[in-house]
């Protein structure tokens, strides 16, 4: 790969979520604060919406590493759960319980008393699911009623589902009218600016190398910045398509030709903008 041509210690984008590479930019910032304060206010559940490649699943350890270990955690992970029986199933494999077999009403019975129990020894539970639009009617009113479970005045489960804003579309439906209530808190996550975008790349890269200047010209930066439409995974993903191209070309560093079939190679476009757009208006 390019490390080893451009002298980094690792390689600066990378395709699964990385806590230690978090960036924290300012809708992101807010979104975690505002999930943190629900949690204070034990809030039984919150929903954090974004379109894919804004960095929800990340948020979310994020958020967990905020919260400390005080707590317990578990991640559902695949949301393709249609019926109640599902939802206990999935839930009583994350807390380690039998659930292969076992009668709907006997699972709900055992996950509430686990949940209670261990909420009663001082540790309530933070259960994240991912991917929650894919959630049927019946999953996400069995996860209300979870969400319900106290012990004294705290609350034995507390969810953050994450997802595409299409599950407001489920969420509109009358059956679900009493858990549209109970979320107080909703943060949504939008793309990143121009300026967001363009640090966020030098971002990753002063993770790998004490020159990141020196790896993209400004030229390229704003290429890409522009290029990604500030959705976090597509400007990795255009980071590290342009960084090889330029190896690959035995180039010292990103310049706007590698930018820009970088993004090509993407499905990308960057549009022009200011004297660009006005010097294209001229040419035509």
Known sequence: MYEKHFGFRSRPFRSTPDGARYYPSTGHEQALDSLRHGLADQEGLALLTGEPGMGKTLL?????????????????????????????????????????????????????????????EGHSTLLFVDEAQHLGMDALEELRLLANLESGQERALQIVLAGHPTIHQTLAQPMLASLRQRLAVRPHLEPLGDEESADYLLHHLRQVTDRPEKVMTAEALELLARGARGVPRLLSQAGHRALMLACAGGSSCVDAEAAIEALSALGLECEPQGDELESTREAA
């Open 60 to 120: 979310c350890h994020c958020l967990l590493e905020r919260e400390g270990g005080g707590r317990r955690s578990a991640f559902l992970t695949h949301s393709h759960l249609s019926d109640r029986l599902a939802v206990l199933q999935a839930l009583a494999y994350e807390l380690g319980l039998p659930h292969a077999g076992v009668a709907e009403q006997t699972l709900r019975l055992a996950v509430t008393d686990h949940l209670l129990t261990h909420c009663a």
